[in-house]
């Protein structure tokens, strides 16, 4: 037996309110909040200890798959509903295993202080939406948001492809099915190989990670399915390069065209600590795809996306650096960090600078003492 129980490493997450929980030998847990790694009083963890926990999870059978593989991604839930999302992996020949808490109730698009526009992509009918970012960035939580407004707005038949599954979703309008990798279907390939037999109206595909599962996701949304996934991209002309370099380049001409045809947004996200209360906030570039991006991408001209994206504001497009100058001027966000985590510093510095300047002269001045 493990000198600690999970059960007891995971509640404590849960009480702190924490994101993440890293657990390597030789050292007690380390929780993760509002991005800063926080100790914990827990005993230091053996490799016999981190042996326990990950067996108690997963059972014997997955657990010589893992020591087979050395890394294993799979889903675990406590007692009062909370679900975490887990990969058990080896590091300088020990096991470590880090958690991301799942909340066990999906957020409405409105709390996660996402632009309006996102909540018109549920009304699509056709087409690949993908939200993308870095790991940790919030995509999941976006999309288990968008499916589950879809949920409670249209009778659909929505099928997930994800690994693991992260937000339990229960049918209300629509019928879902929640398809996890490796206990349900071997693979995101093989999974959506046979996911258009099953009569699905919108997919999701946890991640388009090889060029297999991005080639079966387009072709989904070419048959007429609205597709949702995620890329781990920074930024949407990124994330339209990614998939055409993912091909080989005799066939990257096709993919511009089947892309330029099926590709309906893209939302980039990325996570900053709020000044103004606990928590984090999203900063989103919102790319929609006009006629003019169409274009950019079938003649091969993603470099003039960013300018498309500047100059369509109005319809609810919007830059990285745009959304981050929106929530400094909110208060949510620090100014330094904007700065050193905008696209272009001495662009944002500037941007910055003049208003903060304007705001300063209209304010009224204190009363002069007689």
């Known amino acids: 037996m493990a000198s600690i129980e999970v059960k007891t490493i995971l509640e404590k997450a849960i009480e702190e309110k924490a994101s993440d929980i890293h657990i390597n030998v030789g050292m007690p847990p380390v929780l993760r909040k509002n991005t800063e790694l926080l100790d914990t009083s827990f005993p230091e963890i053996s490799q016999e200890d981190a042996k326990e926990l990950v067996l108690s999870m997963v059972g014997p059978d997955r657990f010589k798959k893992f020591v087979e593989y050395r890394d294993l991604d799979f889903s675990t839930t406590v007692e009062d509903g909370h679900r975490f999302r887990v990969n058990a992996h080896y590091q300088r020949d020990t ?12 957020p409405s698009i409105d709390s996660l202080n996402l632009p309006p526009i996102v909540q018109e992509l549920v009304d699509l009918p056709r087409g690949l939406v993908l939200v993308t970012g870095h790991t940790g960035s919030g995509k999941s939580t976006t999309l288990a948001s968008i499916i589950g407004m879809i949920n409670t707005k249209y009778r659909k038949h929505i099928i997930t492809l994800e690994d693991p599954i992260e937000y339990g979703l229960e049918n209300d309008q629509s019928i879902i099915e929640q398809r996890e990798i490796g206990s349900d279907c071997p693979e995101f ?5 046979h996911i258009l037999r099953q009569d699905p109206d919108i997919i999701m595909v946890g991640e388009m990670r090889d060029l297999e599962t991005t080639s079966f996701t387009i072709t989904a949304a070419e048959t007429g399915h609205l597709v949702f996934s995620t890329l781990h991209t920074i930024n949407a002309p990124q994330t339209v390069e990614r998939i055409i370099d993912i091909y080989p380049g005799n066939q990257q001409n096709q993919i511009r065209t089947m892309l330029s045809n099926t590709l309906q947004a893209v939302i980039t996200q990325t996570l900053f600590r709020r000044i103004d209360q606990p928590g984090m906030v999203p900063c989103v570039e919102i790319l929609l795809c006009t006629s003019a991006v169409r274009n950019c991408i079938r003649e091969n001209r993603i470099y003039e996306i960013p300018n498309v994206i500047e100059t369509s504001r109005r319809i609810g497009m919007q830059s990285l650096d745009h959304s981050i100058a929106e929530m400094y001027f909110k208060g949510y966000i620090d100014r330094e960090e904007a700065i050193t985590r905008s696209g272009n510093p001495g662009k944002m510095e500037k941007l910055l600078t003049p208003l903060e300047q304007f705001e300063v ?6 009363p002069k003492g007689r």
């Open 361 to 366: 002269a209209q304010s009224p001045e204190e």
């Open 189 to 193: 390939a093989s999974g959506l190989k």
């Open 95 to 106: 096991i470590a295993i880090s958690f991301r808490v799942i909340p066990n109730q999906i």
